[in-house]
């Protein structure tokens, strides 16, 4: 026998005195959430939706909102009128802001309408942004 078969033959033994495994359950957050944090998991709900392409109706389906309740038991998800109403008008203005700050900051920048899309570049850094009109 090697001395690498050795070594992945032999059981590790547990590290605290009791003998028993740490279970997952013990590093739950199990505490109520702030609106902060409330805030937090909206916006990557709302992210997730848009960026995935989820159908709004799914955030009130029983199956998704236990699978949310087993992440976090202290979460309510929001209904889907203010997911795809209030939440997402908060976070286009978000993402409307960043792309203003950064276009503010860039010279060089050339506009090109393609397939009903606009596309700037920048022709220092070669970074293209695509922006669908309304």
Same mark, same amino acid.
């Given at each position: 026998? /090697? #001395?690498?078969?050795?070594?992945?033959?032999?059981?590790?033994?547990?590290?605290?005195? !009791?003998?028993?495994? /740490?279970?997952?359950?013990?590093?739950?957050?199990?505490?109520?959430?702030?609106?902060?944090?409330?805030?937090?998991?909206?916006?990557?709900?709302?992210? !997730?939706?848009?960026?995935?392409?989820?159908?709004?109706?799914?955030?009130?389906?029983?199956?998704?909102?236990?699978?949310?309740?087993?992440?976090?038991?202290?979460?309510?998800?929001?209904?889907?009128?203010?997911?795809?109403?209030?939440?997402?008008?908060?976070?286009?203005?978000?993402?409307?802001?960043?792309?203003?700050?950064?276009?503010?900051?860039? /010279?060089?920048? /050339?506009?090109?309408?393609?397939?009903?899309?606009?596309?700037? #570049?920048? #022709?220092?850094?070669?970074?293209?942004?695509?922006?669908?009109?309304?």
């Amino acid at each position: 026998m /090697t #001395s690498l078969e050795q070594v992945t033959t032999k059981k590790r033994k547990l590290n605290n005195s !009791a003998g028993i495994q /740490t279970k997952i359950s013990d590093f739950h957050e199990s505490t109520a959430l702030t609106e902060e944090r409330i805030h937090e998991i909206d916006q990557a709900c709302v992210m !997730a939706f848009v960026v995935c392409g989820i159908a709004w109706h799914v955030i009130e389906n029983p199956f998704f909102i236990e699978f949310l309740k087993n992440l976090r038991p202290e979460y309510t998800p929001p209904s889907k009128k203010v997911l795809s109403g209030k939440l997402l008008s908060q976070e286009t203005a978000v993402v409307n802001v960043r792309v203003v700050k950064k276009l503010t900051n860039t /010279t060089n920048l /050339t506009l090109c309408k393609q397939m009903n899309q606009f596309r700037i #570049s920048n #022709s220092y850094d070669g970074q293209q942004t695509f922006v669908k009109p309304d």
